[in-house]
């Protein structure tokens, strides 16, 4: 059976990494991205040209993002994914974990607000203040609040997986486009109000950032473990393996658990780091307000405290 349009998926050789990285663009995703970067150049250049500065880490996070799922979708990982559950696997933790935190890193939404044009006359709405319209909607509020996103995110591994729904999604290349996008999306979805570098509804403090991301890794881990522990293949699409490419049903899905296992840590650890080069910025952002106030006035909280404390030394007296 050839998988839904994706290249004679039944005539693919033993997989290798030279193989998976041969290209074999899916012109959907090809297009996103190209446009996608294309938009956010747009973005940069428009600032640079007014005088403004853009970050070069931001620039550079942004397009690694869209390059990762370039690297998954426009390759022939894409094509060995439809036939072997480990290497489609390899896809789904990149574009839901590792292509978020990078795109997210990029601050899209942060450019965007202050590349677009604001509309000439008040009232009128051009598409930034549809935007910042979207961005303070109650739909925003709902669909980035930790209810919502850290089951989200669970579900999207076992609701999925072990369920029809992940064969049916699987038996057109419509359906498999939408699987891929909604893994993007939830890994956006999932790791915006951890992030914080876009605005958005949802800011918690960042001790509870950390408890956010810390509360959704584990169940990638234990999806692993379940995978790995089957005594027999568990999702139908990948029982039957073409012969081919040589491998066994059951070993792939272990390898494929392996590979979920092991990847829930590596987002874990680059989050972790950037929350905590975010936190050390805003103390010292708080600091300089704190002793820029203190020059304009005199710093007259310190003064206060040195006349409360002489208050009380001269009621001791």
């Known amino acids: 059976m050839d998988h839904s349009g994706h290249g004679m998926t039944m005539d693919l050789p033993p997989f290798t990494l030279g193989r998976g990285l041969e290209w074999s663009a899916d012109p959907f995703f090809l297009v996103a991205c190209l446009v996608g970067l294309g938009l956010y150049g747009w973005g940069v250049v428009r600032l640079v040209r007014r005088g403004d500065t853009w970050s070069v880490g931001r620039t550079i996070a942004f397009v690694l993002g869209v390059l990762t799922v370039m690297l998954v979708m426009c390759t022939k990982l894409n094509d060995y994914g439809m036939v072997m559950f480990s290497v489609h696997m390899v896809q789904h933790m990149v574009i839901s974990m590792l292509s978020p935190i990078l795109i997210l890193l990029g601050a899209p939404i942060t450019l965007a607000l202050r590349a677009l044009p604001v509309a000439a006359t008040r009232g009128n709405k051009g598409p930034r203040e549809l935007l910042l319209m979207f961005l303070h909607s109650r739909y925003m509020r709902i669909i980035t609040h930790p209810a919502f996103t850290i089951p989200l995110f ?9 369920s029809p729904i992940f064969d049916f999604l699987m038996g057109s290349k419509t359906g498999h486009i939408v699987m891929m996008c909604h893994f993007l999306a939830v890994g956006l979805v999932f790791f915006w109000p951890i992030m914080g570098v876009d605005p958005g509804p949802h800011r918690p403090g960042y001790l509870m950032r950390m408890l956010e991301l810390f509360a959704g890794m584990p169940f990638h881990a234990f999806f692993g473990i379940a995978l790995m522990m089957a005594s027999a293949p568990m999702v139908e699409t990948y029982k039957n393996p073409p012969a081919s490419l040589g491998i066994d049903a059951l070993s792939d899905q272990s390898a ?20 905590l080069f975010q936190w050390y910025a805003s103390e010292k952002r708080q600091a ?10 005199g710093d007259k909280e310190l003064e206060a405290y040195n006349a409360y404390l002489a208050s009380l030394n001269a009621r001791g007296r």
Do not use: H, K, M
Not at 288 to 297: H, W
């Open 154 to 162: 669970i579900a999207s591994l076992y609701a999925l997986y072990f």
């Open 256 to 275: 494929a658990g392996g590979i979920a296992w092991a990847f829930s840590e590596i987002p874990s650890v680059l989050v972790l780091i950037a929350l």
């Open 288 to 297: 300089r307000r704190t002793d820029r106030a203190a020059d304009r006035d």
